[in-house]
């Protein structure tokens, strides 16, 4: 079981950045990729980025790629999205998830085994 709580989202400028964070529980954060979602006003939850359980891959969806970065630290049960020049239509509640894989990491949300609750992020233009 892995439970998932993010933090940092908030009010920002066209432009503006801010960093997210996932705290994650138990002892097996390691064992797992992590990925980000997002879910805008009236769309369909959408993949954003997504990391490898050792932290040595990464993949983007092309609306981000080049402004968000995720990290992790498996000392902290921590995973980051660092995000940067942000604009109105990256407003959405964003979504950390666990996926049990060894592997590079799914950009489909149906297989991820554990989501958080959620952060709005609200870019205002």
């Known amino acids: 079981q892995v439970q998932l709580v993010e933090s940092g989202g908030g009010l920002v400028q066209d432009g503006g950045s801010l960093r997210l964070s996932c705290a994650a529980s138990?002892?097996?954060?390691?064992?797992?990729?992590m990925g980000w979602f997002r879910q805008g006003p009236g769309k369909e939850r959408g993949f954003v980025a997504a990391?490898?359980?050792?932290?040595?891959?990464?993949v983007y969806a092309d609306s981000v790629k080049g402004r968000f970065t995720i990290s992790r630290d498996n000392a902290k049960n921590t995973v980051y999205l660092q995000m940067n020049t942000l604009k109105p239509e990256d407003t959405a509640v964003y979504y950390c998830?666990?996926?049990?894989?060894?592997?590079?990491?799914?950009?489909?949300?149906?297989?991820?085994?554990?989501w958080g609750q959620g952060t709005q992020v609200t870019v205002s233009s």
């Open positions: 998830a666990a996926e049990r894989r060894m592997g590079m990491p799914s950009m489909t949300s149906a297989t991820y085994d554990y």
């Open positions: 138990g002892r097996t954060f390691s064992y797992y990729a």
């Open positions: 990391i490898t359980s050792s932290g040595g891959s990464t």
